[in-house]
């Protein structure tokens, strides 16, 4: 219950396109889901989050979508760079400070 | 404002010793959390604390353990080292642990030979 699952594994997007990450939760007390992204050998940066009394939510070219009812979130990128190619994770928590438990992780890659 | 800062970058120890990674807190945060970040396992939270404090821990043996200073510095200690805890060990640092968000170091690379 308190898994989260991220999918898909890896996603090769082009330059310009969208790029679509999804994941599920089981908790229904999970009341915050961010989205980290990192590069490699840094660590996670904080991109952008929601709480579950939002159902979009959009910073520059990244938006995430919630689905109360289904426990389904995702991470649309628009315009997707070659910039934007690292591996990214959704995550929840009970409180934005507490234990984040994190899903596996995307690859992406956008090919230019 | 400086980032949280995570010391040192890279370890390599032999099993059956121990060691101790450190992490200083972006300014004014007095929550620290400690992940492991595997290939297998992926990201796996340890232990948060707040004012000296542990306040949450995770799943993982008494080996790994961690405290708190006055000024929000946290060090993590790992004994008896396997080889399984090959890992970066990445800190993570938010305002008061309760609704602020996480911002993580760029973790200490620990090697098990």
């Known amino acids: 219950q308190q898994q989260v699952k991220q999918s898909p594994q890896s996603l090769i997007v082009q330059k310009g396109g969208i790029s679509i990450i999804n994941c599920a939760y089981e908790?229904?007390?999970?009341?915050?889901f961010p989205w980290y992204q990192q590069f490699p050998g840094k660590g996670p940066a904080l991109l952008i989050a929601?709480?579950?009394?939002?159902s979009e939510k959009k910073e520059g070219r990244f938006t995430i979508s919630f689905n109360k009812s289904a426990k389904q979130f995702s991470l649309h990128i628009m315009d997707s760079q070659p910039g934007d190619s690292a591996t990214y994770f959704c995550?929840?928590?009970?409180?934005?400070?507490?234990?984040?438990?994190f899903g596996k992780g995307t690859t992406l890659s956008v090919s230019s | 404002k400086a980032g949280v800062t995570q010391t040192p970058r890279y370890l390599i120890k032999t099993r059956g010793q121990q060691v101790t990674l450190s992490c200083s807190p972006i300014?004014?945060?007095?929550?620290v959390s400690w992940y492991q970040q595997t290939p297998g396992q992926g990201l796996q939270f340890l232990f948060e604390?707040?004012?000296?404090?542990?306040?949450n821990k995770g799943n993982f043996p008494g080996r790994f353990s961690g405290r708190q200073f006055s000024n929000s510095r946290s060090e993590m200690n790992v004994s008896t080292l396997e080889l399984g805890d090959s890992a970066l060990y990445l800190c993570?640092?938010?305002?008061?642990?309760?609704?602020?968000?996480?911002?993580f170091g760029d973790g200490t690379r620990l090697s098990i030979l």
């Open positions: 995550a929840a928590s009970i409180g934005a400070g507490t234990a984040l438990i």
């Open positions: 929601i709480r579950p009394d939002v």
């Open positions: 604390y707040f004012s000296e404090t542990q306040r």
């Open positions: 300014s004014g945060h007095r929550s």
């Open positions: 993570a640092s938010s305002f008061d642990g309760g609704n602020q968000p996480q911002h």
């Open positions: 908790n229904t007390a999970f009341d915050y």
